[in-house]
């Protein structure tokens, strides 16, 4: 915007009231108490203040254009970014624990999870987990899962899994693949079956976060047996909303979430929860809102970090907008009576005179406020504290 020359000017203002100007500050600050706080920010006002001569007490201004624009309106709350999902790795293969990840380390598809008598048990992704050995001839989800990620680690090409039509049958194409794929891992004797536990199915890649008590290498491997606890690799952000604010977020909205470090980057609310909860210490009643980012790298070093993130609660477009700070309180009309709402001061060519306005949307990152008033349009000049 352009700005215009600043002035300098006697504490009493137009129409008498020395404390509007000073009310207009008591105005932003009530903003802020309410939640619709602004400030004027860079790039809004670009007046330069001019030397005056004003008497003592004897303040600064400067002019800012109305303009029309789209605002947002957004709400910060804080919130927690952690990995996504929380699994219980079972073991199925007997024999001698032989070979365990160190906690913190990431298993991907294809991969050792832990070893068994030196023998590697693989991480497969699915939702079904291991419950019986695979062999040529059989069908079912699991088999499904397995020709899925044979043709998804590029041992098998999914035409070539076998006669019948679907994936979830364990034909000539599937043992070829499968054997292939155990001669790669390091297993001493591939068969082109997969017995039970010579695999662990779970939806995502894993990062290790702990082993169950006495887990050890040398320690007997239990089938059935809980062997450690492990999260996804995909970062999530959890807010613990206040249910008052319930209706302003929905699955699918765009969030803006600030990392430790101070940069930004994009999420999608994936899921609002219907059951509150209060905290027994606090008594805020809360439900649990999960946002996915947008761009996961940027997060995936961080664990259990405090975020921060921006709810657009609000959009108005081809908004009459004025910077917050040229709004002027306004006296009550009587004893007694509340405030006479808000006006702005409109500088001109024939002097300075004041516009009563009704206020609108605020946009906190902007710093400008919507605002409506017959005798107020675009183009003309609003007086506001200089920078």
């Known amino acids: 915007m352009n700005a215009g020359t600043a002035t300098e000017r006697p504490a009493v203002a137009v129409d008498g009231g020395g404390g509007r100007r000073w009310r207009a500050a008591l105005v932003v600050i009530v903003v802020v108490a309410i939640g619709a706080a602004a400030i004027a920010v860079a790039g809004v006002l670009k007046g330069t203040t001019a030397p005056g001569s004003g008497g003592p007490g004897a303040f600064k201004t400067s002019t800012a254009l109305v303009t029309r624009r789209t605002l ?37 598809q294809g991969q050792a999870l832990y070893q068994v008598d030196g023998q590697p048990v693989a991480l497969l992704y699915g939702h079904v987990p291991a419950w019986r050995a695979l062999s040529a001839g059989m069908t079912g989800a699991d088999v499904r899962e397995l020709n899925t990620t044979l043709v998804r680690l590029g041992y098998a090409r999914a035409a070539a899994l076998g006669p019948r039509a679907g994936w979830d049958y364990f034909g000539a194409g599937t043992a070829y693949a499968l054997e292939r794929f155990q001669a790669h891992l390091g297993i001493t004797s591939p068969t ?36 450690m606890t492990a ?46 909860t209060t905290n027994a210490t ?106």
């Open 192 to 227: 082109g079956s997969l017995a039970l536990g010579q695999a662990v199915f779970l939806p995502s890649a894993v990062k290790i976060t702990a082993w169950a008590t006495a887990v050890a290498p040398g320690v007997a491997a239990t089938a059935g047996a809980a062997l």
């Open 72 to 108: 947002v309106s957004q709400t910060q709350v804080s919130a927690t970014l952690a990995d996504a999902g929380s699994y219980s790795v079972v073991n199925q293969a007997s024999g001698t624990l032989t070979r365990l990840p160190a906690v913190g380390n990431m298993v991907r």
């Open 231 to 276: 999260t996804s690799d995909s970062p999530v952000v959890t807010i613990a909303l206040d249910t008052a604010q319930q209706a302003e977020v929905k699955a699918g909205d765009t969030v803006s979430v600030t990392l430790p470090r101070g940069n930004t980057t994009p999420g999608v609310v994936t899921s609002v929860g219907t059951v509150a």
């Open 282 to 387: 606090t008594h805020a009643t809360t439900i649990t809102v999960v946002v996915a980012l947008k761009h996961q790298a940027v997060a995936r070093h961080l664990s259990s970090a405090p975020v921060t993130v921006s709810i657009t609660t609000g959009v108005v477009r081809n908004a009459l907008v004025v910077p917050v700070t040229a709004l002027l309180a306004q006296p009550a009309q009587g004893p007694g009576e509340a405030g006479g709402g808000y006006a702005v001061e409109v500088a001109g060519a024939g002097g300075h005179h004041l516009v009563p306005v009704s206020v609108g949307m605020i946009d906190n990152a902007a710093g400008l406020v919507q605002v409506t008033g017959g005798r107020l349009a675009v183009g003309q000049r609003v007086v506001v504290p200089a920078l």
